[in-house]
């Protein structure tokens, strides 16, 4: 790159380099100006006039002058005005010396060029929606001529070398000029090198951590467009790229191409073109989706006020705190200050791609100047994430995923201030202060945002009126101010301020200026002003003036209308500033008799006349004493005085009308005023709205402390209001209704426990409370208060299985609290001094407590009175502030360790007797140590019951040996400071640790060279640490309450290749009848005051505070539970309302005898031991039959370290049930292969893939919302059927439901998806319903005949329907206070339709209802009378599928018809006096026939959109249709083989694969789409094998592509791709064709019978050349060919192949086909003991050559041993043998890496590295792994197990 383009890089903003604005280098010409684009946000320049060559910019100003930009892409940032014309000009000088023209313009109607002008007509387009839009996209072209009424702002980018090469065969140079001439607004022009994209900012692709391709980059900020949330860059605007690289798009022309619009979706007004019949080809399938993709994908537009996606939040990375040696950058502590200037740089360290940051103890914020006069900010931002350096020049190994953990969510709220809290311009977002972090919340879904990088807690906030500027100030002596991007959650910018107590900032309404408050060094009230005008641009933040003064300022802010006016009010002051001559001049308002009063807060008056100065306001100032002053703010003079005074009480109790006359009045802490209203909020707890004359209170919201902040949002719907007390919530003007966002502690938070079992966590606080939160709503649930500060609680811990907490307080008190019935158990006074831990046993049987005077007390929780049983003395190390960890329990519940009796030691205890048995002397375990060592924290190891951690004062952790005492090992320089808390993960992998404010991740094995990870946020120190029960969370407190979620995968996962987290499994069914014990726990009694294992039910109610007159505390219950009986007849601890969190517990039957629970519902009653048969229909689902079972020791690869990858699943499970789902508004596909479960984009046919079963899925259902998908499977030999729950958002498995010993035939959710219903099959007849919320079991249903299908009505919650056998049954759901039943009412079918199975059912309206037989007839029924008042025969067939909606009815059935149907005139047809069913014959006319589509398979699935137009259709074959009755068309959108595959190999050009299978097909498939290119069928034949045709240019340079398949008949067929045609057919074998390979070089084909002879074939004529005999009377296995040297091993040929039959023989063979030579150079015959009697086959005799090791053949059949075997033909022996677990029946090897993969009927497919015997395992398959095959360069490898295709990346071991 020449120097002079060198300043070029990365990019030339035209309109800044020519400075523009100034219009000294750049001339323009008649009506050109500026202007604020309301979508851009930002001024533009506009060029407007009726002549375009009259109104112009030109650039350079002369045309003598050239701008000399020699980058290749012109960026040019326009839009056209609308229904103008408009022209551009582009001279750009080329290298032979000559200038070229290129115009643009919407006038030109045809390209036109010379040698030295082109000229390109523009096509413009219109905003996506609107009716030009359409006009264009049905036209194919944009819109000729003028541009539309409401065009885009588009993006146009010019390849300018591109342009001259290929138009005028010149060589690009530079950029000459540019004529921007009328009707348009321009934005900015760009230079550069570089493609950018312009849907990927700078801050997105650092957040995103992706690689771009080399010459390509985000879209810098000078060109960014603004995308609100939600939306998408390129539904907004338009991105043309000029030329197009789309091959279709014509060159002749500038528009909007099919690549511009990628990313966006095509409305669905677009039909789709139906293609006419023709041969099949390589690119039909392909032709066929993108016309599918149109329709299928796009929304409705009646429904885009649905369902919304979610927004996901950037996940945080963790930050390594180590040294910087970064020097380069100017921001660099190091690098602070600049010497001789009065300029403080300040580091960048909080760039969005950082999320966490290490709180500075060298003090990198710290001001070095002693200058309080002069100073500036320089804009920190950095281009990228801030990286601290390490040490080692080398990459060092780290743990992984990094990071390991991200904040989810945090409770609480204030911490240095309880008044900051502002709305976001839309009023959907709260943003308030947590201490050291800012939360923006969403209201509507509370979802948090955090902006995370304050190091102490902020004091203050601010928000300008668009919501794009956040600034924030933080505590200190010397306090910071950070700004941010609101939208991003980057910080732009830190300000130190030289200032301490800064607790005031103030945003202009623009967000051009900001002013804060503080305190200087002489602890004067400070005010400054920075002018923040360019801070979003990169700018700097000057300071525009400040004033020291001796007043107190309670608030202060910028008036709206006046960016450099302000006002502040306090104690004894209103006063009134502006900025004037650079500095800060106020005007105190004369208050009169008022000037001793205390002012908190002001508000202007708002709206505004016409005829008034936009000043002329009045200024609404509130005081402590409850006088409200309204002040003319032009006079600076008081217009009126009011009075809050307090309420009357009357003897009626009620609440008088508040008055403003003399008296003691109430303190107003906040006051707000919009166009309707005022509000207030005052000391006494009300929040108050009033008119603007305040003549009454219209509404009022009383709260449990003062109200310290009162926020009214945009638009005046919502009032926010803070408390003292840490309560956040907001009011709804409309419907009046209060909802509280959050509540929090008020000072730290010491310790917490967790409820794995109900998701709940309880705190216990510094403020004398002890608080029960929901995990998943966030909202307090219960708040236990202490009135007594002598008897404050201190610790608590959760009862790990019954509802209730113990509580130990300071007065040496422990109590234990029920939960559920908001009662104190028991309590205890055996401690002297405060209770500093209290702990459960992990079995629940025993609870210790451990005090500040050293007294232990053992108490057993198995009895609810928690009975005493031995209290030691003396024994605990005495002190207060412990910590919870100072006792721990062993997870066998057997050993007690604690630190004690003196901080040097740690005693373990027997923990059921508290009888001694060891004692470990801390201090003198380091003997080099100089100083005496003590014991902090105790901690057991979860996986070795003999290893106890010990965290220690000389901040190091100790592994002792609890049986000996011995140490270990030992980790030293834990943290900066000793360690708090520490907590280890169930499978011991993770070790958690608290250091002050900082939490550690470790690796437990130490093995790394960096073995932990550092996460900062809270602001004070981290009192606790502890994983979740499911250990997919962290949790922390010590400020406030933060919930982290857990990204490492759980050991128990790694078990299978499963890449979503697998839940516990709920099995209700083992629930027992009578009373039964767990671990010695009554979980049912007699008696109900004891019987405490309730579960809680969906609703929760309000309940006002009371006290507790007899006890410590009293509770004000947020929210109390309602209880719903379970379906058993016993009670038990209520189910999560989060599986990840679920407690699997078995529970025991007393006897054998089945019982019917009392609540649990029988429609009719009948005996287990009753066998049912199967139904006459095909609507039952029957599990494929299957001899394999899933391996139970199979072996996972480690996180992150898997050799294989699921890439793609090809093929449709045709044997399900209702197992496809697709939602046509949000475009969510869903269906299942085997047991998997596959989302699939049809945008981009990408997959992503589900785990979770391990047997076939038999039907899916998805709620009404999209947001979750159930997947149900049959059982196995070993366990229930399973129903897993899905979450849409990530895919993880949240529930797994196990209660159906059979398989489940239907699923299905409620209307209002609160409920979920699962039907079993044939062989139990039972209907489950369960809740949503927490999925636990409500109720069952028995019954007594077979039931097909179930479906909730669509318009009320209550109601179901469920049909079988010769009947319909109408099903209510009734919930009562503690039950749920299902009160059924069986119909039976009417006359007219005999005998016969309901096999299909819909609903059309609330009272219509359809159902179809497998006679083919339908019955129309009416829901309110119960009576079928209609039937037609609607097929020969079973109806399998009914759809209805509207006057459209679709029938589909085991005829393969799919049918649809005119239902207008039923609705109208009604007949109550007739009680019998009237019948309606063929010649009717009330139903009429429309349309008829024949597919290739039975109809079991199939989902319409609303108006029943387009819809996707499931057939047993396999397939999945896109129907479009429009055009009555039918596509073929997923295609499988319905039967067993027996073979799939890969070409060896990597372009296709090709399967074939007992169907007698034969599949060739694009590898890059998986798409089906072309099928070859035969029919009443089995294709048993199948080849490729050797590389183009091996024997013939120009032969064609070709596939063999070797067929049941004996004949192999030779079909040609190009031509999809059968070229040859020969029969070498008179019976099945086994085995089939071209040679090498492609003379022959080789093919083996089932007989054991070799067929050698010519596969140009078909004539048989040779045939071997040596297999005879075993069938051949495997035919497998390779090359050879000429005379390698003595003999003489090019060519080595190997043939192997089932009888263990593999025989070796040279050959030079063209000298007609074929020679046996080797003959293996492998040893096997006598076949087991039973009668299973044996497994296959497999080999191939090894093609790592050559002259090596792989082996592997029925032996001795379970081993692969590698022998070698140059030595003649055996090399290495590998184990095996069970017998392959597939090999493959791999040509890299030296792998090889085996399948095995265990239904796992083994990965193995022939070297070394490494191995993975991977259990995706639901059968028998029967086939394998590596692609030839090993980057793939294929399997097969019955009709699944699986393709696997390779990534190697």
């Known amino acids: 790159m020449s120097s002079r383009a060198l300043w070029q890089q990365p990019y030339v903003n035209i309109f800044k380099h020519m400075r523009i604005e100034e219009w000294k280098k750049v001339n323009k010409e008649g009506d050109v100006a500026t202007y604020m684009d309301k979508t851009l946000k930002c001024s533009v320049f506009r060029i407007r006039g009726s002549i375009p060559a009259s109104n112009y910019i030109l650039l350079p100003k002369t045309s003598s002058q050239s701008l000399g930009l020699t980058g290749r892409y012109l960026y040019l940032l326009f839009r056209p005005s609308p229904n103008k014309h408009f022209i551009v000009h582009i001279d750009i000088g080329a290298e032979e010396g000559q200038v070229i023209r290129v115009s643009f313009s919407n006038m030109f109607k045809e390209f036109k060029s010379t040698a030295t002008w082109l000229q390109f007509p523009f096509l413009c387009g219109a905003t996506e929606g609107s009716v030009y839009e359409k006009t264009a996209r049905t036209a194919k072209q944009g819109l000729v001529g003028p541009a539309p009424l409401n065009p885009c702002w588009t993006c146009l980018m010019m390849d300018l070398r591109y342009v001259l090469s290929v138009y005028l065969k010149r060589t690009h140079s530079h950029l000459k000029s540019i004529k921007l001439c009328a009707n348009m607004s321009v934005k900015n022009i760009i230079a550069s090198d570089l493609l950018f994209d312009p849907g990927l900012s700078f801050s997105e692709f650092r957040q995103a951590g992706m690689v771009l391709p080399e010459g390509t980059a985000p879209m810098p900020r000078e060109m960014c467009f603004p995308v609100p949330k939600g939306q998408s860059w390129h539904q907004l605007y338009d991105y043309i790229r000029f030329p197009s690289d789309g091959a279709k798009l014509p060159f002749d022309s500038i528009q909007k191409g099919s690549n511009s619009t990628a990313k966006t979706e095509t409305p669905a007004e677009q039909s789709p073109q139906r293609e006419n019949s023709h041969t099949v080809g390589v690119s039909k399938a392909v032709q066929e989706r993108i016309s599918l993709i149109q329709q299928i994908t796009t929304p409705k537009p009646t429904s885009t006020a649905k369902q919304q996606s979610a927004v996901k939040t950037t996940s945080l990375p963790e930050v390594i705190y180590t040294p910087s040696e970064r020097s380069e950058s100017s921001g660099s502590p190091d690098h602070r200050s600049l010497a001789g200037e009065g300029v403080r740089v300040v580091c960048g360290a909080d760039d969005d791609g950082v999320h966490v940051y290490a709180r500075c103890d060298d003090g990198v914020y710290s001001d070095t100047t002693h200058s309080e006069e002069e100073f500036t900010v320089i804009n920190a931002h950095s281009p990228r994430p801030v990286t601290l350096c390490c040490d080692k020049p080398k990459q060092p190994q780290k743990m992984f995923p990094d990071p390991i953990l991200k904040l989810n969510r945090i409770i609480g709220f204030g911490g240095a201030t309880m008044r900051c809290a502002v709305w976001s311009s839309d009023g959907e977002e709260v943003v308030y202060p947590c201490h050291a972090i800012i939360i923006s919340m969403t209201v509507s879904s509370q979802h948090q945002r955090f902006f995370i990088g304050h190091t102490n807690k902020v004091s203050a906030l601010a928000l300008n009126a668009a919501s794009t500027l956040l600034a924030s ?77 001796d007043v107190d300022i309670q608030m202060m802010k910028i008036t709206f209308f006046d960016d450099t006016r302000m006002v502040s009010c306090g104690v004894g002051n209103i006063r009134l500033w502006r900025v004037h001559g650079g500095s800060l001049r106020s005007c105190p308002v004369n208050l009169g008799e008022y000037h001793s009063l205390e002012f908190t807060d002001f508000a202007f008056e708002q709206g505004h006349a016409q005829d008034r100065p936009v000043d002329d306001r009045t200024l609404f100032v509130s005081s402590r004493s409850g006088h409200i002053l309204e002040i003319d703010y032009i006079a600076m003079a008081i217009k009126n005085i009011r009075r809050l005074l307090p309420a009357q009480e009357s003897h009626a109790h009620r609440r008088e009308k508040q008055t403003f006359s003399t008296g003691d009045g109430i303190a107003v802490n906040s006051i707000n005023v919009c166009d309707e209203f005022c509000v207030t909020g005052s000391e006494d707890g009300f929040m108050r709205l009033w008119p603007l004359d305040f003549s009454s209170v219209f509404l009022e919201a009383e709260h449990e402390g003062p109200v310290s902040l009162v926020c009214v949002s945009s638009g005046s719907s919502r009032v926010l209001a803070a408390t003292t007390r840490g309560n956040l919530g907001y009011l709804d003007v409309g419907s009046r209704g209060y909802h509280t966002l959050m509540r929090s502690h008020t000072t730290s938070v010491l310790g917490f426990s967790v409820d794995g079992i109900r998701r709940r966590v309880t705190t216990v606080s510094k403020d004398s409370t002890v608080r029960v939160w929901d995990m998943d709503t966030m909202q307090q649930l219960y708040d236990f208060v202490s009135d007594d500060d002598d008897d404050r609680p201190c610790s608590v811990a959760f009862h790990p299985i019954m509802p209730f907490f113990a509580c130990g307080s300071s007065s040496g008190t422990v109590r234990v609290f029920d939960i559920q019935s908001s009662s104190l158990i028991i309590q205890h006074s055996q401690h002297s001094g405060s209770v500093e831990c209290v702990i459960y046993s992990p079995d629940g049987q025993w609870l210790f407590s451990a005090g500040s005077l050293g007294y232990l007390a053992l108490y057993r929780a198995s009895q609810q009175d928690h009975h005493v049983v031995r209290v030691l003395g003396n024994v605990v190390a005495q002190g207060v502030n412990h910590g919870p960890d100072i006792l721990a329990v062993s997870s066998d519940s057997r050993c007690l360790a604690f630190v004690g009796p003196t901080e040097y030691t740690v005693t373990i205890m027997e923990a059921h007797t ?448 469920l049909i079988g056998s010769e009947a319909v049954f109408f099903t209510n759901l009734q919930s009562h206070e503690h039950s749920t039943e299902l009160q059924v009412q069986r119909v039976g079918i009417p006359d007219e339709v005999g005998r016969a199975e309901v096999t299909s059912l819909c609903y059309n309206t609330r009272r219509i209802l359809y159902t179809g037989t497998n006679s083919g007839r339908v019955c129309v029924w009416d829901c309110d009378t119960q009576r079928c008042f209609m039937t037609w025969e609607a097929d020969v067939g079973e109806i399998g599928v009914l759809l209805c909606s509207g006057n459209k009815l679709i029938t589909g059935s085991n005829s393969k018809k799919l049918r649809l149907w005119s239902i207008a005139s039923v609705q109208n047809l009604t007949n109550p006096n007739n009680k019998k069913s009237s019948a309606l014959h063929d010649g009717n006319t009330q139903v009429r026939l429309e349309q008829e589509l024949l597919l290739d398979g039975t109809v079991i699935s199939a989902t319409f959109d609303d108006v029943m137009d387009m819809g996707i259709v499931g057939t047993t074959a396999g397939t999945l249709w896109y129907i479009n009755w429009a055009d009555s068309s039918s596509i073929r959108l997923i295609s499988g083989h319905k039967t067993k595959v027996n073979g799939v190999v890969c070409s060896p050009d990597e372009r296709h694969f090709v399967t074939c299978g007992q169907d007698g097909s034969v599949r060739v498939w694009a590898l890059q789409s998986n798409e089906l290119l072309v099928q070859f069928q035969v029919l009443n034949q089995s294709c048993e094998c199948v080849c490729w045709s050797p590389p183009r240019g091996v024997y013939e340079p120009g032969g064609r592509v070709c596939v063999a398949g070797g067929y049941s008949d004996g004949t192999v067929r030779i079909f040609s791709l190009e031509s999809s045609e059968m070229e040859l057919k020969l029969k070498p074998h008179p019976v099945a064709v086994c085995a089939l390979q071209y040679s090498h070089y492609g003379h022959v084909l080789l093919s083996g019978g089932r007989d054991g002879l070799i067929t050698v074939s010519s596969p140009v004529t078909g004539v048989i050349v040779r045939t071997l005999r040596d297999h005879k009377g075993a069938h051949i296995t495997t035919v497998q060919c390779t090359s050879k040297q000429y005379k390698e091993f003595g003999l003489e040929g090019n060519e080595l192949w190997l043939a192997v039959s089932a009888d263990r023989r593999v025989s070796i063979w040279t050959a030079d086909w063209t000298k007609e030579k074929c020679e046996l150079l080797d003959w293996l015959t492998f040893p096997a003991p006598n076949p087991p009697e039973d009668s299973h086959p044996l497994p296959p005799s497999l080999a191939a050559f090894s093609p790592s090791e050559r002259g090596v053949v792989v082996y592997t059949g029925y032996a001795v041993e379970k081993e692969i075997i590698f022998y070698c033909l140059y030595k003649k022996q055996v090399l290495r043998t590998i184990s095996l677990s069970d017998w392959p029946l597939c090999l493959s090897l791999c040509s890299t890496g030296r792998l090889l993969a085996v399948g095995s009927n265990k239904r796992v497919l083994k990965l193995i590295h022939s070297a070394s015997g490494r191995f993975q395992d991977f259990s995706s398959h639901s059968d028998s792994v029967d086939a394998c095959g590596f692609s030839w360069s090993g980057s793939r490898l294929f399997t097969a197990a019955h009709n699944e295709l699986l393709l696997w990346a390779v990534h190697g071991l």
């Open 914 to 1361: 508290l009888n001694e048995l060891l004692r470990i002397d801390v201090s003198i375990l380091d003997v080099e140590s100089s100083t005496l060592d003590s014991a902090l924290n105790v901690c057991f190891s979860p996986t070795s019951l003999s290893h106890l951690l010990i965290t220690t004062s000389a901040n190091k952790i100790l592994w002792i040996n609890t049986h000996t005492g011995q140490l270990l090992r030992q980790v030293s320089e834990v943290h900066k400071r000793h360690c708090v808390s520490l907590a280890l993960s169930e499978d011991g992998r993770y070790l958690l640790t608290t250091g002050q404010n900082s939490l550690k991740v470790w690796d437990c094995n130490m093995h790394l060279d960096v073995n932990s990870q550092v996460f900062i946020g809270h602001s004070e120190v981290i009192r606790q640490v502890r994983f979740t029960p499911d250990q997919r969370g962290v949790v922390t407190v010590g400020d406030a309450l933060f919930l982290w979620d857990f990204l490492a995968q759980p050991q128990e996962d790694e078990r299978t290749p499963s890449p979503t987290h697998r839940a516990p499994v709920i099995s209700p069914r083992r629930l027992a009848h009578n009373s039964v014990e767990v671990n010695g726990f009554p979980l049912a009694s007699e008696k109900p005051q004891e019987a405490s294992l309730l579960t809680s039910s969906l609703l929760v109610m309000n309940r006002s505070a009371g006290k507790d007159s007899e006890g410590f505390l009293h509770m004000c219950d947020s929210t109390a539970e309602l209880h719903l009986k379970t379906t058993t007849g016993h009670t038990h601890s209520p189910s999560p309302k989060h599986a990840s969190f679920l407690r699997v517990t078995e529970w025991v039957r007393d006897n054998d005898t089945p019982t019917t629970p009392t609540n649990q519902s029988r429609a009719e009653t009948m005996g287990e031991s009753r066998t049912q048969m199967r139904p006459d229909c095909y609507k039952h689902f029957t599990p494929r039959f299957k001899i394999s079972a899933l391996d139970q020791t199979i072996i996972a690869p480690p996180p992150g370290q898997a050799g294989l990858s699921l890439k793609a699943v090809i093929g449709y499970n045709g044997n399900g049930r209702n197992n496809m789902v697709w939602n046509p508004d949000t475009g969510l596909f869903v269906y299942s292969c085997g047991c998997i479960v596959v989302v699939e984009d049809l945008h981009t046919g990408s997959q992503k893939h589900w785990f979770g079963h391990t047997e076939e899925i038999s039907t899916l259902a998805l709620t009404h919302d999209a947001q979750m998908v159930a997947s149900a499977s049959g059982s196995g030999a070993s366990h229930s059927s399973l129903i897993c729950i899905w979450k849409v958002s990530d895919g993880s498995c949240s529930n797994r439901l196990s209660y159906h010993k059979g398989a489940v035939q239907s699923v299905a959710f409620s209307r209002d998806d609160m409920y979920f219903m699962s039907l079993g099959d044939f062989s139990e007849a039972v209907v489950a319903l369960w809740s949503t919320r927490s999925f636990e079991l409500l109720c069952t249903v028995q019954m007594s005949i077979p039931l097909h299908d179930a479906a909730f009505c669509p318009f009320t919650a209550n109601e179901l329907m």
């Open 473 to 549: 100030a933080q505590t200190g002596s010397n306090s910071l101010i950070r700004l941010w991007s609101f939208r991003d959650g980057v910080c732009q910018t830190i300000i130190p301020t030289n200032m301490h107590a800064l607790h005031l900032l103030s945003l202009s309404h623009s967000g051009s200026s900001l002013s804060g408050v503080g305190k200087d060094s002489h602890n004067k009230t400070m005010l400054i002003l920075w002018n923040t005008r360019h801070v979003t641009g990169g700018g700097v933040v000057p300071l525009v003036a400040k004033a020291h003064m």
